[in-house]
């Protein structure tokens, strides 16, 4: 039985593929992508001290702080290859974010962020 990766799984393979590319000096600039991990499940307790540090719903999984025709930054909000559903709290995240000048994408599988990733960093 063929078993669909998680999206935990398909996010660390995308940082698998990042460390390889900037080692390798295509897209050095990638060195400030990063994770923001705003989602999962926490013990209530855990949850409430990481809101108070200021994690917010809906925010997408992954961030690149550089400029490209014309966004101020990429964010991808990862998803299952099958299976995987865009919350309401990531569907006004994205909206929002999109209305300040970033490029959000919802990428299924680590994949598709490749090649989004790829796509932006050559704009």
């Known amino acids: 039985m063929n078993q669909i990766p998680t999206e935990a799984q398909e996010q660390e393979w995308l940082f698998d593929w990042r460390d390889v590319v900037v080692a390798l000096g295509r897209y050095p ?8 991990p705003n989602g999962g499940s926490r013990h209530p307790a855990e949850a409430q001290h990481l809101k108070r540090q200021g994690v917010k719903a809906g925010i997408p999984d992954i961030f690149i702080s550089c400029m490209r025709g014309g ?5 991808i909000e990862m998803k299952r290859r099958k299976g995987g559903r865009v919350s309401i709290e990531q569907k006004k995240a994205i909206i929002a974010l999109r209305e300040q000048g970033y490029r959000v994408e919802v990428c299924e599988g680590w994949e598709k962020a490749r090649e989004v990733i790829k796509e932006y960093m050559e704009t």
Not at 71 to 75: A, S
């Open 29 to 36: 600039e990638l060195v400030w992508m990063y994770a923001i």
């Open 71 to 75: 966004y101020g930054g990429l964010y």
